[in-house]
């Protein structure tokens, strides 16, 4: 897992947010990463950023964009993130089902989920009590949780 320590910001986590559905057009991931960009605190404590999950060989062509990575400070809160993803979901006509990872396999998916039960989610991501602990499987999910309505 990627951590790090800021002068103010204390310890940082990576998140990566992409979609479940890997067919969701890259307009659809800019405008999340829009959205998180005009959230202040977002902006501020979480740094959104537009990447690649495949990395490229040197010298080869640009990849595809398919996640937002977010470097997510004490400063900013599980609520913040849940309630902006929630609300983004909400603009969008076919609600993508978006994906949160972290580096050391532990995902959620938040499909049609409360904003309660995404800031829950979210929050399990953003714990840092576990150290650097390996994704759970004991449901026989990989590590992955989701919701569904």
């Known amino acids: 897992?990627?951590?790090g320590t800021g002068d103010k910001?204390?310890?940082?986590?990576?998140?990566?947010?992409?979609f479940l559905d890997v067919q969701v057009p890259e307009a659809e991931l800019r405008s999340l990463h829009m959205w998180l960009m005009a959230d202040p605190v977002a902006r501020r404590h979480a740094k959104p950023m537009l990447g690649a999950s495949q990395v490229l060989t040197p010298g080869a062509q640009g990849g595809a964009l398919d996640l937002v990575s977010l470097m997510v400070s004490s400063g900013f809160s599980a609520a913040s993130l849940a309630m902006s993803v929630v609300s983004w979901r909400a603009t969008r006509p076919h609600r993508p089902s978006v994906i949160v990872n972290r580096p050391d396999g532990l995902t959620i998916t938040i499909s049609?989920?409360?904003?309660?039960e995404a800031r829950r989610l979210i929050e399990s991501l953003a714990d840092d009590s576990g150290g650097t602990?390996?994704?759970?499987?004991?449901?026989g999910s990989g590590g992955r949780v989701g919701l569904s309505a």
């Open 1 to 3: 897992m990627r951590r």
């Open 9 to 18: 910001e204390g310890l940082l986590v990576q998140l990566t947010l992409g």
């Open 112 to 116: 049609d989920s409360s904003a309660e």
């Open 133 to 139: 602990r390996g994704p759970d499987d004991s449901d």
